[in-house]
C-alpha cells in the first residue's frame, strides 16, 4: 500500500551561504503508513516545524526527497498548492491564524480554496464545529470575541473542514488548560479514528503524547534519534535525557519505585496504567 508520507534523505538549511547558516534537518528518512497516529518530540530547535511544514509544500528541501500519498511534493512546483489540502496542517499557537470578520467565515476558507460549492461548504463548517465541540451559535460572532480554548478550537475546525487525509498538529495544545487540553486531544483521536487518517502530532508533553499516539519519533539536532511504540521509547529514559527530554510523569514515579526495590514494571507511561499495575501489587485491591 502506498504510504501517506515517505522522507528520504531530507536536508533543510536555513540561510545558506549567510554567517546565519543553520542546519535545521540533516539527512532525515522515515515514513509513516495510512492511518498511523504519531507523536513528534523533541527540544526546542531540534527540527520538529521545520520536518512538518515540508508534508504540505510549505518548505522545500535543500536536499532529498518528500512524497505524500505517493507524489513527489516537488516534482512539479507549480502544484505544490494542492498538498496544503491533502496535509491539514494546525500551526502553533493557531489563534493566530484567525482573520475573517466571522467564526463562519474563517472556517470556511480552508473548503472555499478547495473550490468546493456554498451548500458544500456550509455542511462542513457545521460538521467540523460539531466535531471539535463548539456551539453553532458563535458561526456569526467575530473570531476576535472568542475565549482562548474557543479561538483554537475554531482553528482546528477550519483545517478539519478540509477532511484532509493527512492532518498535522503543531502544539495544538500549548497554553492550554489540563481539561482544555484532554478534551482537544479526545477530538483528535475522534478524527482519526472516523477518517482513518493519518495524524502527526508535535508536541512538548510527554503526557498528551503517551495517552494519544501509536507511535513517537524522537528529533534531536535535526536528527532522528529514536523512532518506535510509546512503550519502546519511554523504557529508554537515559536517551531521551541525552535529547533534554525525560519520559511521562508516572513512568518516572515507576522507575523510582523499582529503584526502592519495588517489583513494578517501570513500562508504565499513562495513570490508567498505573491504577492496573499498583492494583495487582496489591493483590486487587486499589
Ligand atoms: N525561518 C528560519 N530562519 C532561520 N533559522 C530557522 C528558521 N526557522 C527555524 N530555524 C532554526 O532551525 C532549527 C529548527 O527549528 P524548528 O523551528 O524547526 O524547531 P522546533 O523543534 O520546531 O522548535 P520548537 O520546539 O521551539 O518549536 C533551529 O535551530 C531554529 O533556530
Ligand atoms: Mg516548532
Same mark, same amino acid.
Given at each position: 500500500?502506498? @504510504? ?9 538549511? *536555513? ?18 503508513? @495510512? #492511518? ?16 512538518? =511544514? ?17 507524489? /513527489? ?8 498548492? @494542492? ?8 500551526? =502553533? *499557537?493557531?489563534? *493566530? =491564524? $484567525? ?5 463562519? +467565515?474563517?472556517? &470556511? ?6 473550490? +468546493? @460549492? =456554498? ?6 463548517? +457545521? ?5 471539535? #465541540? ?13 475565549? #482562548? #480554548?474557543? !479561538? ?14 493527512? +492532518?498535522?498538529? /503543531?502544539?495544538?495544545?500549548?497554553? $492550554? ?13 475522534? *478524527?482519526? !479514528? ?37 512503550k519502546?521509547?519511554f523504557s529508554?529514559p537515559?536517551?531521551?535525557?541525552? &535529547? ?6 508516572v513512568t518516572r514515579v515507576f522507575l523510582r519505585l523499582r529503584e526502592l526495590g519495588a517489583p513494578v514494571d517501570t513500562t508504565v507511561y499513562?495513570?490508567?496504567q498505573a491504577v492496573k499495575q499498583l492494583s495487582a501489587l496489591r493483590g486487587g485491591k486499589v
Amino acid at each position: 500500500m502506498v @504510504k501517506s508520507i515517505e522522507v528520504k534523505n531530507l536536508t533543510h538549511v *536555513y540561510s545558506a551561504g549567510t554567517p546565519f547558516e543553520t542546519t535545521a534537518l540533516s539527512d532525515i528518512s522515515f515514513s509513516v503508513e @495510512k #492511518g498511523e497516529f504519531v507523536g513528534i518530540i523533541g527540544h526546542t530547535g531540534s527540527g520538529k516545524s521545520t520536518l512538518i =511544514q515540508h508534508f504540505n509544500g510549505l518548505k522545500k528541501p535543500t536536499s532529498g526527497t518528500v512524497m505524500i500519498e505517493g507524489e /513527489d511534493v516537488w516534482a512539479n512546483p507549480r502544484d505544490v498548492k @494542492k498538498f496544503r489540502f491533502r496535509a491539514g496542517m494546525v500551526f =502553533q *499557537y493557531p489563534e *493566530y =491564524q $484567525l482573520f475573517e470578520e466571522t467564526v463562519f +467565515l474563517d472556517i &470556511a476558507f480552508g473548503p472555499k480554496n478547495m473550490g +468546493l @460549492k =456554498q451548500s458544500e461548504i456550509e455542511e462542513r463548517v +457545521l460538521e467540523a464545529v460539531e466535531f471539535v #465541540g463548539l456551539s453553532p451559535d458563535i458561526l456569526e460572532k467575530s473570531p476576535f470575541d472568542l475565549s #482562548g #480554548g474557543q !479561538k483554537r478550537r475554531a482553528a482546528i475546525a477550519g483545517v478539519i473542514a478540509m477532511r484532509p487525509g493527512i +492532518l498535522i498538529l /503543531d502544539e495544538p495544545t500549548a497554553g $492550554l488548560d489540563p481539561r482544555g487540553r484532554d478534551d482537544i486531544l479526545l477530538h483528535i483521536s475522534e *478524527y482519526h !479514528k472516523k477518517m482513518n487518517a493519518t495524524v502527526l502530532l508535535v508536541t512538548h508533553s510527554m503526557e498528551d503524547i503517551a495517552k494519544t499516539v501509536n507511535r513517537i519519533t524522537v528529533l534531536s539536532r535535526g536528527k532522528i534519534l529514536t523512532d518506535g511504540t510509546p512503550k519502546e521509547v519511554f523504557s529508554e529514559p537515559e536517551l531521551l535525557k541525552s &535529547a533534554g527530554l525525560s519520559v511521562p510523569q508516572v513512568t518516572r514515579v515507576f522507575l523510582r519505585l523499582r529503584e526502592l526495590g519495588a517489583p513494578v514494571d517501570t513500562t508504565v507511561y499513562t495513570v490508567e496504567q498505573a491504577v492496573k499495575q499498583l492494583s495487582a501489587l496489591r493483590g486487587g485491591k486499589v
